[in-house]
């Protein structure tokens, strides 16, 4: 592929590029319908509420929440041997699985402060994600440094599980939305950057552009969650 880049002009590049990204966005859009839908249903659904959320054990929603993240790293660990049509279809249990859990955010916001929320967070993401895009600049610099941030993120995160310190959780909050803001920007220049690595009709091509969408996917819902925090109206 290297090789073919070199005799390409730097339109056919910016056409690779986008077409890539493209494919990208949309798998990312789809996988965030899918949550929002399944977590609309959920929450208008008094029993499936109250066999994730009720019976005064949250033992269900641990045990989906819990499975969600060991079906991410699985996909992200095996990808290259997962057929695409497995691949895809990971991603979208994942995506309908993450409705389920992100259905809880219904009982304890509003449905306004929950729709104004999303929007700020998809004008904010799609601004960093432009950024990353079209900047010149080289971010992997940003990478270690925000892998490193995120380790701490989620170290502290715990951490305050036991200490119940109403600072150190609006601090983590707002480091968080820095991070996933800084994330969001790094992968999509990431993404962009993959996308010459690959024949985006290949399967190799076609995998890399759902992991891609995983990747965005995850910045975007984080940053969302991280922002009702901030904006959300508590019932």
Known sequence: MDTQLRHLSADQVKTIQASFINKVYMWMCAALMITGFVALRTASSESLMGALFGGGSMMPFYILLFGQLGLVWWMSSSIDKLSVGLATGLFILYSALNGLTMAVIFLVYTKSSIASTFFVTAATFGVMSAYGYFTKKDLTSWGNLLFMALIGFIIASI??????????????????????????????????????????ESEAGKKGAIMGALMLYLDF???????LRVMGDRR
Do not use: E
């Not at 819902?221 to 922002?227: E, G, K, R, T, V």
């Open 159 to 200: 951490v305050n599980i036991f200490l119940k310190s109403t600072f150190f959780y609006w601090m983590i909050t707002y480091a968080g939305i820095l991070i996933f803001v800084g994330l969001t920007a790094y992968d999509t220049q990431k993404i962009k950057k993959m996308s010459l690595g690959l024949d985006a």
């Open 221 to 227: 819902i984080n940053l969302f969650l991280l922002l």
